[in-house]
């Protein structure tokens, strides 16, 4: 049975969950049917998970058959929603088009094209009857960057606030790109944005934007939502060294200077994190956006959500960016576990269950080539840097599942694509909601659910040149820092 402070955390959960979703539907209400069917659809996973935890909560359990019953109904709404959003969209595309032909017939009969403008037009590379709405001057120069050796323009396609050009690429992505790019350029300064990018079909094409598309940078709401995120995380942490010491700072203000050390600790971790991510960002000529830290009272933080304020380069930039940040905080949080390991004795501060090391494969296999037999014991003194490196490593393991925003999201998409990382993203949502099943007393997996699905779901942006893969270098130490990902998380047993 909870007890009644578990039992007040799991509604706390729920209910701050469906003020989210709420507020989610009246905001997309704001936007019509398609939004309405988008926010739907990504509703209808968190649905079960949000029953169960109810349920637990009041004392019911549900069986296996239950369960299974429950997320069989789920994806098959989720199925639902998804055809019904892209018919949805297709009414709507179609609905644009008819509305343009009528506008066009009628432009027609009030005034008759000549022959000559006709075969003028029928000269040039084809162009499909939807208005473009780049102005047609731009649109000549721009089609004058196109050549037989670099890429052969045949189609036209409105697309946006820009167009699509279809046609043929005749050489290597990351040469035609470069020249195609240089030639915009020359012609328009910073106006567009080019990018070179896979079809619907499978083959090149190149998109032309104007620069008013370019992510926006941080509001000065935001930078203020960031300042509080940040003083939060500040007071969570401190909080949470308090309980690890074994006592309740918010109830016992005098004693905050025994938090600090641990606080210290948890926050190099943090900064190496954010730092990292940003040194290369500089290196790619990426801006980042202020970190919007995540509080949470369990382990102090859970990270921090950075957006890109400019457009990725290439894959190769997305893939740095993600993996320095938590290579640089994995890899100090995992010295700081080792040598807190190496230097823990009898009488060192800290007190833990044997148990404490069979939350991990990674821990529990160092801990047992440490400790050996003494790990027979039912407590074990352990150092300090030895919490530090365990909250470090599940922290940025936990920024490592390859979903959505997150950094393995990000480097997955950088080295097998988009199709792979939204399959990726659906995989650990499922994955996160059947451990919440199977161990409903820890609410860690619902809270990285929400926190997906309502903050970072969706992938990044296609970067300029989207066609050029990550080389076999990158794609083997993206592969290595997500084994580690999985060989942290996943419960060891002795």
Known sequence: MLNPSETTT???????????????????????????????????????????????????????????????????????????????????????????????????????????????????????????????????????????????????????????????????????????????????????????????????????LPSIVDPRPTTLVQKNVALVLFVGTILTSLEASGILLGFDLFSDWSRYQETIPLSLGLWTVLIAHEISHRLIAKRHNVRLSVPFFLPTWQIGSFGAITRFESLLPNRNALFDVAFAGSAAGWGLSFVLLTVGLVLSHPGSLFQVPTQFFQGSILVGSLARVVFGEELQKSLIDVHPLTIIGWLGLVINALNLLPAGQLDGGRIVQAIYGRKTARRTTIVSLIVLGIVTLINPENSLPLYWVIVILFLQRDLERPSLNELTEPDDTRAAWGLLILFLMLATLIPWLF
């Open 10 to 208: 799991i509604l706390l959960i729920i209910l701050v969950a469906l003020g989210i979703i709420t507020w989610g539907y009246n905001r997309a209400k704001l936007y019509g049917r398609l939004a309405i069917f988008a926010e739907l659809q990504s509703l209808v996973l968190i649905v079960p998970w949000l029953v169960s935890f109810g349920l637990f909560a009041a004392g019911i359990y549900l069986n296996l058959v239950a369960i299974l019953l429950l997320l069989i109904t789920s994806l098959a709404i989720y199925i639902y929603l998804g055809k019904r959003l892209r018919a949805e969209g297709q009414d709507v595309i179609l609905q644009k088009k008819a509305a343009r032909r009528l506008q066009e017939q009628s432009k027609t009969e009030k005034s008759q094209v000549n022959q000559s403008e006709k075969s003028c037009i029928d000269s040039n590379p084809k162009i499909v009857a939807d208005a473009l709405p780049i102005p047609e001057e731009d649109l000549k120069l721009i089609k004058g960057i196109f050549g037989i050796d670099t890429f052969f323009a045949t189609e036209t396609i409105s697309y946006q606030e820009g167009a699509i050009f279809k046609g043929n690429l005749r050489g290597e992505p990351d040469t035609v790109y470069d020249r195609l790019s240089e030639k915009l350029k020359a012609r328009f300064f910073d106006k567009y944005r080019l990018f070179l990018v896979e079809g619907t079909e499978k083959k090149p094409v190149v998109i032309v």
